[in-house]
């Protein structure tokens, strides 16, 4: 967690029962885990939280926080990341990490702020609904299972997603830090 998040305590992970440090981010977090339990029907097994994504770009390391992966019957089928602000700006990373978590591209990636969502085909990157309540729910995923072709991504994609991705997430994240730094 960068520098530059104000700690209110701490709270109570909602899927696993972990103590996290409260901060507004956390808090949202926490919404969205609510809404994929309690209101689209996903088991706490099924969503696994808080993954780190590592990543080197010309010898640079970093990793990036993974907020939701969810799985039905042990295959990844949605991403889930948390973005302040305006989404669509996180669109593109969100993208980026459901095509690199995993061995194969995860079918779908949702970014959310925890009052607004877009859902993506990762595949071809298109935003194909909006709003909370749009994100699928365990059972319309269930249904969309064995259309899904679980496609692994060209080895020349590679690099290329990890760079957007670094970009976007590593390197403003320390460029945010460093400029709280330099303020304090």
Request: one cysteine or more; a negative charge; proline letters at 4%.
């Amino acid at each position: 967690m960068g520098k530059h998040h104000l700690v209110l305590g701490e709270l109570t992970d909602y899927i696993t029962g972990e103590t996290r440090p409260d901060t507004h981010d956390e808090r949202a977090r926490q919404t969205i885990a609510r809404l994929l339990v309690d209101e689209k029907g996903y088991r706490r097994e099924e969503i696994t939280t808080g993954s780190v994504l590592p990543l080197t770009v010309d010898g640079d390391r970093g990793n990036v926080r993974v907020d939701f992966i969810i799985r039905i019957n042990g295959q990844a089928v949605m991403t889930v990341i948390y973005g302040p602000g305006a989404i669509v700006s996180r669109q593109r990373p969100t993208l980026a990490v459901a095509r690199l978590v995993e061995p194969h591209i995860i079918p779908y990636a949702v970014v959310s702020n925890g009052q607004d969502a877009h859902i993506m085909d990762s595949l071809t990157g298109k935003v194909i609904a909006e709003g909370l309540d749009a994100i699928f729910s365990k059972a319309e995923l269930t249904d969309m299972m064995d259309p899904l072709a679980f496609a692994t991504l060209p080895e020349n994609r590679i690099e290329k997603e990890q760079r957007i991705l670094f970009c976007m997430e590593v390197l403003s994240e320390r460029e945010c830090d460093e400029f709280t730094c330099n303020r304090c």
